[in-house]
């Protein structure tokens, strides 16, 4: 495994928090299958000190008084949302893979590379006008964010911001996403 910092770190936050970001990122080949390099946060959410610094800089990036809730995309989004969302005061709710909310849910299904993903929310989970604030930990391709996104609007909800740690830039998730604003803390 190797670090994956850089001098040169980029994201939309600045230098500072994207070299921070990027030296608690650790890069392992061929997992979960060969060719993939897979970029390990752990080591970000292990370091108390650098996690609660990311944190903050997401909730200083959005304000603390801009959305009503934090949405977290499974399953490493749950971390981040819990996070903001106790750090501000607001609730958080999951969306989850289908099948895992015991209530009834509005449910989107989309394409991945491999076959078909579907997503769900409670939908009782926001109310009209509820303002939302959408996090993960890696922002790829874009489609689960798109499905999550358009879920969240479905279920009533209002996405006022959306913000991942990691952006893999050349994967182009961040144009899928146009023209909704995405707030990545490092893009490699």
């Given at each position: 495994?190797?670090?994956?910092?850089?001098?040169?770190?980029?994201?939309?936050?600045?230098?500072?928090?994207?070299?921070?970001?990027?030296?608690?990122?650790?890069?392992?080949?061929?997992?979960?299958?060969?060719?993939?390099?897979?970029?390990?946060?752990?080591?970000l959410?292990?370091?108390?000190?650098?996690?609660?610094?990311?944190?903050?800089?997401?909730?200083e990036?959005?304000?603390?008084?801009?959305?009503?809730?934090?949405?977290?995309?499974?399953?490493?989004?749950?971390?981040?949302?819990?996070?903001?969302?106790?750090?501000?005061?607001?609730?958080?709710?999951?969306v989850?893979?289908?099948?895992?909310?015991?209530?009834?849910?509005?449910?989107?299904?989309?394409?991945?590379?491999?076959?078909?993903?579907?997503?769900?929310?409670?939908?009782?989970?926001?109310?009209?006008?509820?303002?939302?604030?959408?996090?993960?930990?890696?922002?790829?391709?874009?489609?689960?964010?798109?499905?999550?996104?358009?879920?969240?609007?479905?279920?009533?909800?209002?996405?006022?911001?959306?913000?991942?740690?990691?952006?893999?830039?050349?994967?182009?998730?961040?144009?899928?996403?146009?023209?909704?604003?995405?707030?990545?803390?490092?893009?490699?």
């Amino acid at each position: 495994m190797t670090e994956t910092h850089s001098t040169a770190a980029r994201g939309d936050s600045g230098p500072e928090v994207a070299r921070l970001v990027a030296s608690r990122v650790l890069d392992v080949p061929d997992f979960p299958k060969p060719g993939v390099m897979f970029k390990d946060l752990m080591p970000l959410f292990a370091d108390g000190k650098v996690f609660r610094e990311v944190i903050d800089g997401i909730v200083e990036y959005h304000g603390r008084d801009a959305f009503d809730v934090v949405v977290g995309i499974e399953a490493r989004g749950f971390v981040v949302a819990a996070a903001i969302a106790y750090a501000t005061g607001v609730g958080v709710v999951p969306v989850r893979k289908a099948g895992k909310l015991p209530r009834p849910a509005h449910s989107v299904s989309y394409e991945l590379e491999y076959g078909e993903a579907t997503l769900e929310v409670h939908e009782d989970a926001f109310t009209a006008g509820h303002r939302v604030l959408v996090v993960d930990d890696v922002l790829a391709t874009g489609g689960t964010a798109e499905a999550t996104l358009d879920l969240v609007e479905r279920a009533g909800g209002t996405v006022t911001g959306f913000t991942v740690l990691l952006e893999l830039g050349f994967l182009g998730g961040r144009e899928r996403l146009t023209p909704r604003p995405v707030h990545a803390l490092l893009t490699v």
